[in-house]
């Protein structure tokens, strides 16, 4: 064995040693520093290997024992940890359904690798994003909060995130647990539910309409059932015009419209003609004496010739027609009267 003497506290290699390893450690150093631009080849048995790296793009394939990855020029070349790393800098795919190995080639919110299908998977009770970069929780009824539409489609079909919360979609209501297509009123449908959004229609012979005996709302929200006879209870005036045309509501009460009358015998509203107004019918030629005290009113007036005149037995009488009878009594009072007086001034 050589013995070195190292009196006077020096070794003679000491200087020479310290200069080497400094010199050695700054060439690994830059060795280091420049590794990562040296495009080296990734080995592989077959395709699933170079797919199965989760820096690789998916469509990486498997030739002569190297991965090959596309180019920019749309050519292919060896892939390579610097390929890998541009590859997942700018062009990141989904990370949801991506393959893997372990639980840690899938660190995202709710997610885990099923090694059953060897792919990153959500955990129970969520589902993926709509970029498919994470998991989120599901939802489970409609107006619940929300950050993904992926969250309220987990439960229910026709549904989206509006708001930050569960909504259907536009064109669609919901009704029954189900967002049904909305149907306009008297617009073809097949469903019930594709009407109810408006209170009371219902699908009828294709076509969305209010049930028989009812009739839709001035703002067309809501079917109201339809008066049957003048004179029934209403909140609107279409309730009374469904049945009774020139009529209205009025005091909650279906009545015939200002100058029209109402006509038992035809169920009708008729417009009033006074005495020598044109007339159509013996309906229109009216006397309101004749409706004041009976439900089943006197036709003292009679249409002839298109014009309003008293009714035969009636005698007119200003612009009135009266009872032939009652004219005669009272003449035949006046004569009396008359008589009397005379008699008494010449006895």
Not at 138 to 148: F, Q, Y
Request: hydrophobic share 30%; charged share 20%; proline share 3%.
């Amino acid at each position: 064995m050589v013995s070195i003497s190292t009196r006077g506290g020096k070794n003679p290699f000491g200087m020479r040693s310290c200069a080497a390893l400094t010199i050695s450690a700054i060439m690994l150093t830059i060795g280091l520093a420049n590794a990562d631009k040296i495009d080296t080849p990734i080995p592989c048995g077959n395709t699933s290997d170079c797919r199965s790296m989760l820096t690789l793009p998916r469509d990486a394939f498997c030739k002569d024992g190297y991965c090959m990855c596309p180019n920019v020029d749309n050519g292919i070349k060896n892939c390579s940890s610097i390929h890998a790393l541009m590859h997942e800098n700018k062009v990141p795919g989904p990370l949801v359904y991506r393959t893997c190995k372990h639980d840690q080639d899938c660190k995202f919110e709710g997610g885990f690798c099923n090694n059953t299908i060897s792919q990153c998977d959500c955990l129970k009770d969520y589902v993926s994003s709509k970029n498919k970069q994470h998991c989120v929780k599901k939802a489970h009824s409609i107006g619940a909060s929300c950050t993904d539409e992926n969250q309220c489609l987990s439960f229910l079909a026709n549904t989206t995130c509006e708001n930050n919360k569960c909504v259907c979609i536009s064109g669609y209501h919901y009704v029954d647990n189900a967002c049904w297509r909305t149907a306009g009123y008297e617009r073809p449908c097949t469903k019930n539910q594709e009407c109810s959004h408006i209170e009371g229609v219902i699908c009828t012979d294709m076509k969305c309409g209010c049930a028989i005996g009812t009739v839709l709302n001035s703002d067309g929200k809501r079917c109201l059932i339809a008066a049957e006879k003048i004179q029934n209870e209403c909140t609107e005036s279409v309730q009374c015009t469904a049945t009774f045309e020139n009529s209205l509501c009025l005091d909650n009460m279906c009545q015939c419209e200002s100058d029209y009358h109402y006509e038992h015998d035809l169920t009708r509203c008729f417009p009033n003609k006074a005495i020598d107004d044109e007339c159509a019918n013996n309906y229109e030629c009216y006397q309101p004496e004749d409706y004041e005290e009976n439900n089943l009113p006197i036709k003292s007036m009679m249409c002839e010739a298109n014009r309003c005149t008293c009714a035969e037995n009636y005698v007119r009488q200003d612009n009135k027609c009266i009872s032939a009878g009652s004219s005669s009594l009272g003449t035949s009072i006046i004569v009396s009267v008359i008589t009397l007086l005379c008699s008494t001034l010449f006895l």
